[in-house]
């Protein structure tokens, strides 16, 4: 008892300073709501890493680029097949398709008050070219090069924007190319030549600023914490509807749902499945779900024998509980899809119906000499759904006597090891997907034009699983070039029977479903399929 | 005279030594984290380049990192970088090392302090008291506490203290430092909020920062008091078994002189050991705190640099836990000089 009264009589300053400061801190404000003219954006922003539009990879820094900077082009996130003007006001292509000139608004002015011209758009195009990183991908893969970029991408004066094709392709495609990849941002090439550091073309710089015509303005970025954009005024649209734009990285779901529903975030980006669920029946917030161009699939590695055996491969087709993920797991994460090519487009078939069937399945593996099964690894990132995924496979794997072990990591992990071929299964998501148009998802997962291991054509999927069909590539090559649409979609659904009938060492299990969650104050939020949002008409009540 | 001079001279000669020791610490610890990092599974420039990059962009990358040249010459860039000062570029910040490192640290600084001062100011009294009723109800309630604080995932206790004190009550701030209202608004002296808000002179922000710090601050401070007052209860045992307090009863002392006059005064030196290293544990960042909490912090930074392989980063917060632990222990050596008169 002494004690105890010796300890208050002690503590008796320290309690008197630690009431001062609680009358303090329940004299503080406590955020009610987030101010009118400003949207708070929690998102994990882990994955947020560079805002250059050459090398910027990623689903997150669309959301950003496509609000720092304009495009020449926009798709309607309602139509995607219906091309928007931008920048360009209008745009032609050739008769013999292979080329297409934009002509561009007058008086658009960047950030910097620098009037934008053809020059900057061409300028920016070849930059990314030039540079050879991440983003010159897709520009590389219609055959544009550091070298004959100068001389392919030109501006004919200050508002006219020539790109001739190197070979011949769908000008749709580059089209949709210039309307949703990072890497068709238009810079302000002086505002970015005046950081230029050892002839990087402003990389450094452009890694933590922007330089850009779009509503809003870079203010500040603290990586893994927040960035703020703030309204551009002088935007050609007309200034925005919101003041700023607040992303805070909130890397926890649960600690995002808290907030939401208290109101500190207007808009809760990649939260997991079941807090996403539970927030559909609070009367204070939407849940805007977003069909993106990706897939979540189970590869297997063709450099493997067992699996370079198509009766494996069907056994394993056979092996894939489809419906029992796609009801259990994925709802928020993706719809059910079994095709390589996206739902909604017109050439996409429907589902071929695969199923769970393990007898078959026992019976296949019997026949290629496995009738006790075989020991094999998963790889596959640590991250829900995908990990779900895998432990559902290994689960129905063993139905069939095929023991899996599961070998979790970071994206780094398991791509990389992907992209050297050294793997069994991989449960992952990917296929491109962005531009809407089938040839996207098909050069993504199932082309592969060159299988030896020398090639290392490791932007291809289709090299990575070591899947090689002569027939297919020659029908993937030849659709991208046929001018009759009808005809194009033909080839496209004849790509994804063969496909079927070879069966592909991709199995899509489903297609990727981006939900946000947003505050019933916001309005005029439209999640865009290409993940490239527009947040100039957003508002608040 | 030459008695002193010798004495002068060998305690420089003993600095110097501890100085050479504490530079073959940092440099084995650097060497260290720079072979395991590097033959870790983690491959920076796909971090950089993304899983879809063809071979070409990777490998113009890998070069422009210098990834192509062997080990050592790597190691002996970084170390001649360091040697002019310079932490390096973090890969994927795009930043100088040391400005993110500057402006990650005070928001852990802030944390670990006041989690520290927390985890000290009740587990010291609560180890003592337990201690002094050894067996008794109040000893079991201690250990009770102590057992649930030590044992308890402080992820678990952080999901529910936001539930419960922020989403449902109201009384903390939510993730992250400060609320949106005031984000940006203080001008970044020191980086620390309480500090930055004082300076400024804005109360509200102030009261607003507190609310933020209370729950990750107290989650944290729990788990150091559970350890804390396990250790603090079991220096005071081994004194009050010891002959010279039974001297003092004797004698009639009353018990609360004897527990603090006596055996507290003997403890003070072997708490100030085990405080000093539960800071040093704090500081380098409580990353399951700094995720759940949104909390900007060193943890987080290091544990994102581990996983996307910015050894550049790694390095630089190695380098700097490094010396947080060596400044510590000197501290806790110096303070030995000043409450143990057998060092005097």
Redesign the interface.
């Known amino acids: 008892m ?3 009264r ?2 208050l009589t002690r503590g008796n300053g ?1 309690l008197a300073a630690l009431a001062c ?1 609680a009358a ?8 009610a709501a ?2 009118r003219d ?1 949207l ?1 954006i ?1 998102m994990n922003m ?1 994955n947020l ?2 805002l250059d539009p050459a ?1 910027a ?2 689903n997150d820094v669309l959301g950003v680029v496509a609000n720092l900077y304009d495009y020449l082009v926009e798709l309607d996130p309602h139509d995607l097949a219906r091309v928007r003007p931008a920048l360009a006001g209008h745009w032609v292509f050739a008769d013999d398709r292979r080329s297409l000139t934009l002509t561009l608004r007058e008086g658009v002015r960047f950030q910097s008050g620098r009037l934008l011209t053809a020059d900057d758009a061409a300028w920016s195009l070849q930059r990314v070219l030039k540079l ?3 983003m ?2 897709p520009w ?1 893969s219609y055959g544009f090069s550091a070298a004959n970029a100068p001389r392919l991408i030109r501006a004919l004066d200050a508002r006219t924007l020539r790109i001739d094709f190197p070979e011949p392709t769908d000008p749709k495609m580059v089209l949709y190319t210039l309307a949703t990849s990072v890497s068709a941002a238009i810079l302000d090439r002086q505002a970015v030549l005046a950081h230029e550091r050892n002839g990087d073309l402003g990389a ?1 710089w452009l ?2 600023h922007a330089a850009g015509s779009g509503p809003f303005a870079l ?2 970025w ?5 960035m ?1 954009m703030d309204r551009f005024n002088g935007y050609w649209r007309g200034p925005a509807k919101l003041r700023r734009v ?1 992303m ?5 779901s ?3 749902r ?2 939401i ?2 109101g ?1 975030v207007d808009l809760a980006a990649g939260m997991a499945g079941p807090d996403i669920e539970a927030l559909k029946h609070d009367a204070s917030v939407v849940v805007q779900p977003v069909l993106r161009g990706t897939s979540y699939y189970v590869a297997l590695s063709m450099k493997n024998p067992r699996f370079a055996d198509r009766r494996v491969r069907l056994a394993l087709r056979s092996l894939i509980d489809y419906d029992g993920i796609n009801k259990a797991i994925m709802p928020n994460y993706g719809v059910a899809h079994q095709r390589p090519v996206m739902i909604g487009l017109a050439a996409a078939l429907p589902d071929p119906g695969y199923r769970l069937d393990v007898p078959r399945a026992r019976k296949l593996l019997a026949e290629a000499g496995y009738p006790q099964g075989f020991r094999t690894t998963i790889r596959v990132l640590s991250d829900p759904p995908l990990i779900n995924i895998a432990t559902s496979l290994q689960a129905t794997l063993a139905l069939a006597g095929i023991d899996a072990e599961i070998l979790s ?5 398991v ?2 090891a ?2 050297d071929r050294k793997f069994d299964i991989v449960v992952g998501r ?1 296929g491109g997907g962005v531009e809407p148009h089938p040839h996207a998802n098909l050069r ?1 997962l199932v082309y592969n034009p060159d299988n030896s291991d020398a090639a ?4 291809f999927q289709g090299w990575r699983t070591g899947f090689h069909s002569p027939a297919i590539n020659r029908l993937i090559e030849e659709a991208v070039r046929e001018p009759d649409e009808a005809r194009q979609n033909a080839m496209y659904r004849e790509v994804q029977r063969l496909y079927d009938s070879e069966v592909g060492a991709i199995q899509p299990i489903a297609q990727m479903q981006e939900t946000v969650v947003l505050s019933r104050r916001v309005h005029g939020y439209v999640g865009h399929p290409s993940a490239t949002t527009h947040l100039r008409d957003v508002h608040k009540d | 005279m030459t008695t002193s001079l010798a004495n002068a001279w060998a305690r420089a000669g003993a600095l110097r030594a501890r100085l050479l020791s504490t530079l073959v610490t940092l440099f084995g610890l650097l060497a260290l984290t720079f072979f395991i990092g590097r033959v870790m ?3 920076p420039v ?13 490998q ?2 890998a070069v422009q990192l210098g990834l192509d040249q062997p080990l050592w010459v790597q190691f002996g860039r970084y170390l001649n970088e360091l040697a002019h000062g310079n932490l390096g ?1 973090s890969l ?4 100088p090392v040391g400005a ?1 490192i500057a ?1 990650v640290f005070p928001a852990t600084l802030e944390l670990a302090t006041f989690a520290i001062l927390i985890g000290t ?1 009740a587990g010291v ?1 609560l180890g ?2 337990a201690a ?2 050894r067996g008794h109800w109040q000893d079991n309630a201690v250990r009770l506490l102590s057992l649930t604080g030590y044992s308890t995932p402080v992820f678990w206790f952080g ?1 529910m203290g ?2 419960v004190f ?2 449902w009550l ?1 009384w903390a ?4 430092r400060i ?3 005031f ?2 608004l203080l001008p970044p002296v020191t980086g620390l909020m309480l500090v930055d808000s004082s300076l400024a002179g804005n ?2 922000a ?3 920062s ?2 933020h710090l ?1 729950l990750p601050a107290g989650i944290l401070g729990l788990h150091s008091m559970a350890y804390i007052s396990r250790m603090t209860r079991s220096f005071m045992l081994a004194q009050l078994s010891q002959e010279y307090i039974l001297t003092a009863r004797v004698k009639g002392l ?3 002189r004897v ?2 006059g006596h055996a507290f005064r003997n403890i003070r030196v072997q708490l100030l050991t085990i405080v000093a290293l539960a800071y040093g544990g704090l500081l380098e960042g409580a990353v399951l705190i700094e ?4 909390w ?1 912090g060193f943890g ?2 290091l544990t ?1 640099s581990m ?3 910015d050894m550049s980063a790694v390095m630089g917060c190695v380098l700097v836990v490094g010396i947080i632990f060596v400044g510590l222990n000197l501290l806790s050596d110096l303070l030995y000089q000043v409450f143990d008169p057998r060092m005097h």
Do not use: C
Not at chain 1, 24 to 31: E, F, I, R, S
Not at chain 1, 222 to 226: G, H, I, L, W
Not at chain 1, 248 to 252: A, S
Not at chain 1, 409 to 413: E, K, L
């Open positions: 002494s004690l105890a010796t300890l320290l400061l303090l801190v329940l004299a503080a404000p406590a955020q987030t101010p400003q708070v929690g882990n890493l560079s090398g990879t990623g050879n990183l991440a010159a991908s590389k450094a890694l933590t203010t500040e603290r990586a893994k914490d927040a703020l607040v805070r990285h909130i890397p926890e649960l600690s995002l808290f907030m529903t208290r500190d990591g970071t994206g780094n992990q791509y990389g992907m992209r990917g993504a290392r054509l490791t932007n | 599974p983690i491959d796909l971090s950089i380049v993304g899983p879809d990059a063809d071979a070409s962009t990777y113009q990358v570029v994927l910040t795009g930043n993110d402006r100011l009294p003592v008291l002094s009723h999901m936001l539930l922020y989403a109201g701030g939510g993730s992250g609320d949106l209202a984000d940006g109360w509200p102030f009261g607003n507190v609310r209370m009353p018990e609360s527990i603090w995720t759940v909490f949104a900007p987080q930074y994102n996983l996307l392989g």
